[in-house]
């Protein structure tokens, strides 16, 4: 078997492992494996095929993790509207007590409320920022 087969070989069965595992750090290095099959298709020395492997898959985990590290943090599961369907809607307070708590009716049943936002609750429109157990936090 010719070196560059061997090397498209390594790279198939890293992305197996990263299909398996979920972890993308796994596919930037077998973009790596794959760099350093190309250099042995191209009839480099194995040094050269080794060296354009660490280079290409270290500048791919490099490249992925600054931009991982430039994207906005994910909401709390509890204030993310794709894991509560329920955050983002609105609903109507009609008063608040002195804690900044209320009921609400929402989808057809009473809820807790509560105040989240900043400043002094008052009644009106209001949006479902997050969800506490069955209790819903509310902001302007």
Known sequence: MSPAVLWWIATALLVLAELTTGTFY????????????????????????LLTAALVGGAAVVAWHLYRARQPAPPSPS?????????????????????????????????QARWVGTGTPEPGEHVIRALDGNELLLGR
């Open 26 to 49: 796994l596919l930037m290095v077998s973009l790596g494996l794959a760099g350093g099959a190309l250099a042995a298709q191209a009839g480099l020395a194995l040094s050269a095929q």
């Open 79 to 111: 204030a993310n509207h794709d894991v509560h369907l329920d955050v983002g809607e609105r609903v109507a307070v009609t008063a608040w007590d002195g804690a900044g708590r209320s009921r609400v009716h929402y989808r057809g049943a009473d809820w």
